[in-house]
């Protein structure tokens, strides 16, 4: 079996896990709550660059994950399935790269059973069958940090083949932390300086 049809096998797999019944629950959290009505706001003032709250400026988050809440809102209707959607692919997406990064470092065998072993965890079924921000954090922070971490070991000549330049790395790593911050904030830049601190 190939590459791709792996990736789509996980795929579907993670599918059949995290999209069924998204809204077949209310929304129940407190995060999970605001967020909606965030995004939801965001459709009614037609306004994507300002975060609202009960219609007044909400200054503690920025959009990014509202846009994905507002895009699943605007495509699906406004309610806990589109909530909760942006976080259900979110899960798709961290298990193809969990795979991929898995058949990177050791072999194709490792990649499935990462993935088997995450796939079979608690907390992966609830974070992405929520409308929370953190699923979205954590894969940023998580490739964000991978990417800087395959620059450091280009730089210095680790034997590990990367086919890439070792700025195109560092490039694509400070782009995706970027986008932690833009889904949550300063604390993506708090938690990235302290475990590359711990790394280096």
């Not at 560092?170 to 782009?175: E, I």
């Amino acid at each position: 079996m190939n590459r791709l049809t792996t990736l789509v096998l996980i795929a579907l797999v993670a599918g059949l896990f995290f999209i069924p019944f998204l809204g077949g629950v209310h929304l129940f959290d407190w995060d999970e709550i605001n967020f909606a009505e965030i995004s939801r706001e965001m459709l009614v003032l037609n306004d994507y660059l300002r975060v609202h709250v009960d219609f007044k400026p909400f200054w503690e988050k920025p959009p990014f994950f509202f846009w994905l809440q507002s895009l699943a809102m605007h495509t699906f209707g406004v309610g806990e399935f589109a909530a909760r959607l942006p976080n259900a692919l979110c899960g798709i997406l961290t298990l193809g790269l969990l795979y991929l990064l898995g058949e990177r470092l050791f072999n194709r065998r490792f990649g499935l059973i990462w993935v088997g072993t995450y796939l079979g965890s608690i907390l992966p079924h609830l974070y992405f069958r929520s409308g929370i921000i953190d699923p979205w954090f954590n894969l940023w922070i998580f490739i964000g940090l991978n990417g800087i971490i395959f620059f450091r070991w280009k730089k210095d000549h680790f034997t590990f083949v990367l086919p890439k330049n070792k700025w195109f790395y560092l490039l694509l790593g400070g782009f995706l932390l970027g986008m932690g911050v833009l889904t949550k904030g300063p604390v993506a830049y708090m938690l990235v300086c302290v475990t590359l601190g711990v790394y280096l």
